[in-house]
């Protein structure tokens, strides 16, 4: 990629907006499912018996549901990240290739080629 092109990305206000809200966000949730996730394997290693008792006169102990909660859980925030990822992240992506495509330093006469924008 050409230099003046990087150059532009790097300085677009909409790229520093998708870095520091994507990270952070990203971050906030790898955090939550590493605690649910740690959460239970401890609860395993460290509680058997919380783990093993069971639920009601059945014979289903406490283990299946956490165990159960801790894919819905993950589901569940990979689902919350597209959505948020399709409608905001998606959108600053988009202007930012706008933004880059676009030469400033390029003539805005009539006959002057300008690149042609990406699908």
């Given amino acids: 990629m050409e ?6 990305v790097k300085s677009d206000p909409n790229y520093q907006k998708l870095v520091k809200t994507r990270s ?8 939550a499912v590493m605690i649910i996730y ?9 509680n058997k018996e919380f783990m093993a008792a069971k639920i009601g006169d059945g014979v289903m102990s406490r283990g299946i549901p956490l165990g159960l909660f801790v894919i819905v859980f993950t ?14 992240f998606d959108a600053l992506t988009d202007a930012i290739h706008r933004n880059a495509l676009t ?6 006469a009539a006959g002057s080629t300008q690149p042609e924008a990406r699908p």
């Fill in 75 to 88: 589901i569940v925030v990979t689902a919350i990240y597209v959505r948020r990822a399709n409608r905001e």
């Fill in 38 to 46: 740690f959460g239970f394997t401890a609860l395993n290693a460290f």
């Fill in 24 to 31: 952070r966000y990203g971050w906030l949730l790898t955090w």
């Fill in 3 to 8: 230099p003046a092109v990087v150059q532009r």
């Fill in 103 to 108: 030469d400033p330093q390029a003539p805005t």
